[in-house]
């Protein structure tokens, strides 16, 4: 079955510090990728898509992710957290042509200030 | 332009009733998603529709049912009510046909008792 894992369930980081968030799906064909950030009391926004082409994409507010399709990893970056960027983080795959997407079951992140 | 919306927003039924959850897209989007958010499972796909046709659907049991209608606004319905259905069930909207980017609604809160 499709699945998509997120190995980090809560992360606690100081301001400043740099984030990785890994992000790993089954599925061997073609997928558009995604991330999503659901700040306190707040919907679920897009941070970041990934559909094709240059495999580093960049989203809103500095995040970043790169696809590497022979790990079937999309993981979430940032150089520099900030306290705002507290919330929880999904990340979502889409194999192509179905109309249904994966998520995972989310990271919540906690930025100390 | 106008977010995806939802109502009711909160809900409190019983075991055995049904229910009946709507959701209204961004202008102009044609495609409306449903999932199934709880604190253990995370998002879970329910059902995706187009043009009032659905396209995809979730591993979730017979008494979910949703429906399009022309105007693109959704519907979906629970019978028969467990206590395991307590959730936030959300809605999100796209452009479609192929347009992959989703945008959420803030979510209708179902409690069974």
């Known amino acids: 079955a499709q699945s998509v894992s997120q190995h980090n369930h809560h992360v606690i980081l100081s301001e400043a510090a740099s984030l990785e968030l890994g992000c790993n799906y089954s599925y061997g064909g073609t997928v558009n990728l995604f991330w999503y950030v659901q700040y306190p009391g707040q919907h679920l926004q897009l941070l970041l898509k990934y559909f094709s082409g240059d495999p580093l994409v960049k989203g809103i507010k500095g995040f970043e992710a790169e696809f590497i399709k022979s790990k079937f990893s999309f993981n979430l970056r940032k150089p520099s957290v900030q306290w705002s960027d507290t919330a929880e983080y999904f990340c979502?795959?889409?194999?192509?042509?179905?109309?249904?997407?994966?998520f995972g079951t989310g990271t919540r992140l906690k930025v100390l200030a | 332009k106008a977010g995806v919306t939802q109502t009711p927003r909160y809900l409190i039924k019983t075991r055995g009733q049904q229910v009946t959850l709507s959701c209204s897209p961004i202008?102009?989007?044609?495609?409306v998603s449903w999932y199934q958010q709880t604190p253990g499972q995370g998002l879970q796909f329910l059902f995706e529709y187009f043009s009032e046709t659905q396209r995809n659907k979730g591993n979730f049991p017979g008494r979910f049912s949703g429906r399009q209608f022309s105007n693109s606004r959704s519907e979906m319905n629970v019978s028969t009510l467990e206590l395991g259905d307590s959730a936030l069930y959300l809605c999100?909207?796209?452009?479609?046909?192929?347009?992959?980017?989703?945008?959420f609604g803030p979510g209708t809160r179902l409690t069974v008792t």
């Open positions: 979502a795959v889409n194999p192509a042509g179905t109309y249904k997407y994966i």
């Open positions: 999100a909207s796209s452009k479609g046909p192929d347009s992959y980017e989703q945008y």
């Open positions: 202008s102009g989007h044609r495609s």
